[in-house]
């Protein structure tokens, strides 16, 4: 009797494991292969200003930001090259992935099509969801932030850099695809340079902006699924040709 | 001499007009064939509170709402059937099509695929732009709305919704897609029924949503071309097949 109860227990198991992969499946299949699970990064420090001189750098050409720092008055104001929301920490291109790697762990992930998973949607603002992206040769960096740009109206923006200068970013597209509930809804743009500064990115509004309602809509228990996919942009391709 | 200077006028507006059509062409072809050119209808009276049991008696079934306002005690709060932003007109499902035609001057396009083209998106809100779009058999109302959530910040509010039953609209899908300055967004989703009431599917924020910044990215001129197509969903599809 005894083996039958276990029996029994082990069949419900192994039914329960193949419900979950098959639920697993179906919310991600249509978004891509690879899935990363993506914990928050949570912050009360806020540094707004610290992205001022980056763009004007980063406009002028492609040299690291950090060169700039003798004409910035204000310790406070040094360009950032580091993306993450609070991190005070600046430094040239080139090392940017292994101080993301190391400081901040954040994982690389290969693959043309990934489907990013950011964890506990409902931690309070200022939160940060990042992972990097190795595709096509170059590193990318996709970052999720929740922050309150009205008070009380907390919102969800999501961006994806290219750890390169922009004129690299100029060759590649960026898609973000969200798909639940039977909506669907799709971003795509050219990645800005990490050189930019995700700060002013979001705080312009250019990029995938959800409000609280329609992230509960494409969330599923708490976590939010995004697709990714990058190529080559047309006027890359069409020089290719050339 | 005044015939060259005649001849050589004629030729500048030739290309000119050329010009001016290839250019329509180009921001357009992405997005579909036919162009409908959207004049704002800006309002000053809101109401809204007018929808409380409009939702209630749609959730309930197909009646028109207008059956039910004997158990609304407050005149104001009757149902509404006209999506219009602040038209107090009530009346059955099977009228709003004349209704929207003959009182708002409301356009029907016919066609699969459309454009929308949105003028003026700078007039404060709030304010709407409105179609009707037959197709499928079915007569569609696409809603774009200019109003301010949160004081001093307009959003833009886009939706589609279905002048026929809650039950009808599940047959469907609709689409709407912005394509401008390398930026793509995309939206899909079922569309609601009128008895719903466009005003709760907006404060919901169940729609495609832009925020100024990025309204203006997909703008040219100040207009916003719209691309909208309408096809009968998965379940319509296999309940057919059946």
Same mark, same amino acid.
């Given at each position: 009797?005894?083996? &039958?109860?276990?029996? &029994?227990?082990?069949?419900?198991?192994?039914?329960?494991?193949? *419900?979950?992969? %098959?639920?697993?499946?179906?919310? *991600?299949?249509?978004?891509?292969?690879? +899935?990363?699970? +993506?914990?928050?990064?949570?912050?009360?420090?806020?540094?707004?200003?610290?992205?001022?001189?980056?763009?004007?750098?980063?406009?002028?050409? +492609?040299?690291?930001?950090?060169? #700039?720092?003798?004409?910035?008055?204000?310790?406070?104001?040094?360009?950032?090259?580091?993306?993450? *929301?609070?991190?005070?920490? !600046?430094?040239?291109?080139?090392? +940017?992935?292994?101080?993301?790697?190391?400081?901040?762990?954040?994982?690389?992930?290969?693959?043309?099509?990934?489907?990013?998973?950011?964890?506990e949607m409902h931690l309070p603002a200022p939160t940060d969801w990042i992972i990097m992206h190795s595709c096509l040769g170059h590193q &990318?960096?996709?970052?999720?932030?929740?922050? !309150?740009? %009205?008070?009380? #109206? $907390?919102?969800?923006?999501?961006?994806?850099?290219?750890?390169?200068?922009?004129?690299?970013?100029?060759? *590649?597209?960026?898609?973000? !695809?969200?798909?639940?509930?039977?909506?669907?809804?799709?971003?795509?743009?050219? $990645?800005?340079?990490?050189?930019?500064?995700?700060?002013?990115?979001?705080?312009?509004?250019?990029?995938?902006?959800?409000?609280?309602?329609?992230?509960?809509? &494409?969330?599923?228990?708490?976590?939010?699924?995004?697709?990714?996919?990058?190529?080559?942009?047309?006027?890359?391709?069409?020089?290719?040709?050339?």
């Amino acid at each position: 009797m005894l083996f &039958f109860t276990q029996c &029994f227990g082990a069949v419900l198991d192994l039914i329960h494991l193949r *419900f979950q992969h %098959y639920k697993a499946k179906r919310v *991600f299949s249509a978004a891509g292969q690879l +899935v990363c699970v +993506v914990n928050p990064t949570h912050s009360l420090k806020y540094a707004p200003t610290r992205c001022a001189a980056a763009q004007t750098s980063a406009e002028q050409g +492609v040299l690291p930001p950090c060169h #700039h720092h003798e004409a910035v008055h204000d310790p406070q104001l040094v360009p950032c090259t580091c993306p993450l *929301f609070s991190c005070p920490w !600046e430094g040239h291109l080139e090392v +940017v992935v292994s101080h993301l790697r190391q400081t901040h762990r954040i994982n690389i992930l290969q693959g043309a099509e990934i489907v990013f998973l950011a964890t506990e949607m409902h931690l309070p603002a200022p939160t940060d969801w990042i992972i990097m992206h190795s595709c096509l040769g170059h590193q &990318f960096l996709l970052v999720l932030r929740k922050q !309150e740009k %009205y008070e009380g #109206h $907390p919102q969800f923006f999501a961006t994806m850099m290219l750890i390169g200068t922009p004129t690299q970013a100029d060759n *590649f597209t960026y898609r973000l !695809e969200l798909n639940r509930n039977q909506r669907r809804l799709k971003w795509e743009a050219t $990645p800005r340079s990490v050189l930019e500064c995700v700060d002013s990115v979001i705080s312009d509004g250019d990029c995938l902006v959800l409000n609280t309602s329609l992230a509960q809509l &494409f969330s599923d228990n708490g976590s939010l699924a995004i697709g990714i996919a990058i190529t080559t942009s047309k006027v890359h391709n069409a020089e290719a040709e050339m």
